[in-house]
């Protein structure tokens, strides 16, 4: 699979994730307080910034625009996100994902295995490139 296809693929799985969390605010705030892994101000805090962060991430690696940066970025996320979900799914609780909607399947140990998918994508992107098409063929050209 060429890079360019991981980038895309990777950058649209970010933006595709951010989308509802931006619509529904409240709905994401509660999903990262039923965790229980933060403060409840840290995570409402969470809830308002990462949907964001999300979009742009996901956003630049789709223009391929500093995908490296934003490689490193989303392995980062992919590694916190399937470290909370196998947490809430070995203390047994009873959470939605909160991956794409509010009313996803509970969590479970599948969910991180997801997770290191986006993180060997990311690696790829990392150690690769971002492959043709990129903006930063444009900016950072030799």
Known sequence: MKTTTLRLLLGGIFLAAALEKIQYPVSFAEMVEHY?????????????VLPYLELVLGLALVLGFLSRSCALLAAGLSIVFGLASFSAWWRGL????????SQGPPVSWIHSLLDIGLLALAILILRIGPGR????DFFYSD
């Open 36 to 48: 229980q892994l933060l403060p409840f101000q840290v995570g409402v805090w969470l809830a308002l």
């Open 94 to 101: 009873d959470v939605s994902c909160g991956c794409f909607h």
């Open 133 to 136: 098409w990129a903006l930063d």
